[in-house]
């Protein structure tokens, strides 16, 4: 079923997507390959079943926007992704360095290539702007264990709310961004409930921040996430946050109830 669906969403690529009953074959394929983005990243064996491996570009790689201090913090939370055994062996740590693509349906199998069907146009809010170090530099990091999430981000100077300082919608958008993440690692699919802002303090723009986030409780499809922002060294308070997330069927993002 699977690659028969492939070989006509291929056939129909190749034919200008003429005729195509996109929702029908969305459904159906991101349905089942957006269940946790963990699959894909650790790859079970239907997915060799997938013909398109396109992979997608990761922008949460450091780039020369990148101010010493975000590389410093970039460096500290990568190092501890890396972990040592008893006889000094390399192994995976308790964190894991996650990527950051353009669009969201591109964390699914063949997502390079849907994303090319579906809104062709349509970018990640955080990743629209494509100057390096303009708006939203960010990378995440998740402790599975833990159930925990931490994302050092540099504020860009389009980012501006109060004259030189950093816009509470973007910083209320990063805070979305990190806590849905975890949510969504820990979940699968998940849509925004609430998300519950305390501005404490001003951030300077261009200042490098943290952004803690933690799991709270999960009870049934939903997921409370709690979140800290601070300076880079933590000592500053800048935002509190408590959000909910509910599990979704994808199938009503595109179009069907399935
Ligand atoms: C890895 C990838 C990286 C990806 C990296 C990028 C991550 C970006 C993340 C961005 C995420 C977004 O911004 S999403 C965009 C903003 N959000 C939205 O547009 C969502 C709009 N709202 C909805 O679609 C819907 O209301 C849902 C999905 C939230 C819930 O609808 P539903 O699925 O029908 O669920 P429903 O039965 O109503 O509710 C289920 C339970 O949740 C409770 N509940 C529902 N809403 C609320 C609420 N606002 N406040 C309190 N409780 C609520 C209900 O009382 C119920 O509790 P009980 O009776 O069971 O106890």
């Given at each position: 079923m699977l690659g028969h669906i492939a070989r006509r969403l291929g056939h129909q690529m190749s034919n200008g997507l003429k005729g195509m009953n996109l929702p029908h074959v969305l459904t159906k394929e991101t349905h089942r390959h957006l269940q946790s983005p963990?699959?894909?990243?650790?790859?079970?064996?239907?997915?060799?079943?997938?013909?398109?491996?396109g992979k997608p570009q990761d922008f949460s790689q450091p780039n020369s926007s990148w101010s010493p201090e975000m590389v410093r913090?970039?460096?500290?939370?990568?190092?501890l992704c890396d972990a040592e055994n008893e006889n000094g062996e390399k192994k995976r740590g308790p964190w894991r360095k996650l990527p950051s693509y353009d669009r969201t349906i591109k964390y699914a199998t063949g997502g390079v290539h849907l994303s090319k069907l579906v809104q062709a146009k349509a970018r990640l809010f955080t990743r629209c702007?494509?100057?390096?170090?303009?708006?939203?530099?960010?990378?995440?990091?998740?402790?599975?264990?833990?159930?925990?999430?931490?994302?050092?981000?540099?504020?860009?100077?389009?980012?501006?709310?109060?004259?030189?300082?950093?816009?509470?919608?973007?910083?209320?958008?990063m805070i979305d961004t990190v806590t849905g993440t975890l949510a969504g690692y820990l979940s699968g699919p998940v849509m925004t409930a609430y998300l519950n802002t305390n501005y404490r303090s001003p951030v300077p723009l261009g200042?490098?921040?943290?952004?803690?986030?933690?799991?709270?409780?999960?009870?049934?499809?939903?997921?409370?996430?709690?979140?800290?922002?601070?300076?880079?060294d933590e000592s500053?308070?800048?935002?509190?946050?408590?959000?909910?997330?509910?599990s979704i069927n994808i199938g009503p993002l595109f179009g069907t109830q399935s």
């Open positions: 963990f699959d894909t990243i650790c790859p079970v064996s239907m997915m060799s079943l997938w013909p398109f491996s913090l970039y460096e500290h939370y990568n190092a702007i494509e100057e390096e170090g303009a708006a939203f530099e960010y990378v995440a990091f998740l402790n599975k264990v833990e159930k925990t999430c931490v994302c050092v981000f540099q504020a860009g100077h389009l980012l501006e709310g109060a004259p030189g300082h950093l816009h509470g919608g973007a910083i209320a958008t200042s490098v921040l943290l952004i803690h986030c933690a799991l709270d409780r999960i009870e049934g499809k939903k997921i409370f996430v709690n979140c800290k922002v601070t300076s880079s500053k308070l800048h935002t509190e946050a408590a959000a909910l997330f509910v």
